[in-house]
């Protein structure tokens, strides 16, 4: 299995609703992200995991929250979010290790969330 | 991490060689240079990295100056499915697990 698994693919939230984006790997990869990407912008990194434990958060508003209960699962809780928040969420993973060799990622195809 | 400059976009005919220009002058000893690819409404797919030496797979050839400031990914004979934004990315060894983005190219094959 060489795939990651972004579900759902379309999600329309409120902006007092609580849901989760969840992706999952069997590559047996230990470092895992999560990308947001607007409308006809690059994909901008939010969080990396890194042996199941949280070693960046790139200055993510607290209304996103990631969990990793295990190194195949990384999901992203979403609470009181903006209309602004709406985009393409994307999740990566890679064997990375934290080497000095190269790391490469393998990206989902991403869940599109709409706050209304 | 060095600073990459890619061309916003390029046209390419269908079944010509497409050849991707990245400049990253700045680029340090220890700095991987990666290329990615994102077709349209999907998740960006790994294309191929080198270091120092030129490097080629099924998908493409990525070919790397002496001095490092710039290199070139070429896709052999281009399809109508290799319509994509491509993303040229230089990043450390050491750090490579911020992946950071810049704005790409945008490859349009041509029928």
């Known amino acids: 299995d060489t795939e990651v698994t972004q579900t759902p693919k379309h999600l329309v939230m409120g902006m007092t609703n609580k849901k989760s984006l969840k992706c999952e790997q069997h590559?047996?990869?230990?470092?895992m992200y999560w990308y947001k990407q607007k409308a006809k912008k690059p994909p901008e990194l939010m969080f990396v995991y890194s042996y199941e434990k949280l070693s960046i958060n790139e200055s993510v508003p607290s209304r996103f929250s990631p969990e990793c209960p295990n190194s195949s699962l990384l999901n992203l809780h979403l609470h009181a979010l903006q209309p602004e928040d709406s985009a393409l969420y994307l999740c990566a993973s890679s064997r990375w290790t934290g080497g000095s060799g190269a790391n490469v990622l393998t990206f989902g195809a991403g869940s599109r969330l709409t706050v209304l | 991490d060095a600073k990459t400059t890619q061309p916003p976009s390029m046209d390419c005919a269908e079944g010509r060689a497409a050849n991707l220009p990245c400049n990253h002058s700045?680029?340090?000893?220890?700095?991987?240079v990666y290329w990615y690819r994102q077709i349209h409404s999907q998740g960006p797919q790994y294309i191929i990295h080198g270091l120092k030496n030129n490097e080629t797979n099924e998908m493409a050839s990525l070919i790397i100056t002496e001095d490092r400031k710039s290199s070139t990914l070429i896709l052999p004979h281009a399809t109508l499915r290799d319509t994509a934004v491509y993303y040229c990315?230089?990043?450390?060894?050491?750090?490579?697990?911020?992946?950071?983005f810049g704005k790409g190219t945008l490859l349009t094959v041509n029928p």
């Open positions: 990315i230089a990043v450390s060894g050491g750090s490579n697990y911020k992946l950071t």
């Open positions: 700045t680029i340090s000893g220890n700095e991987y």
């Open positions: 590559m047996g990869h230990r470092a």
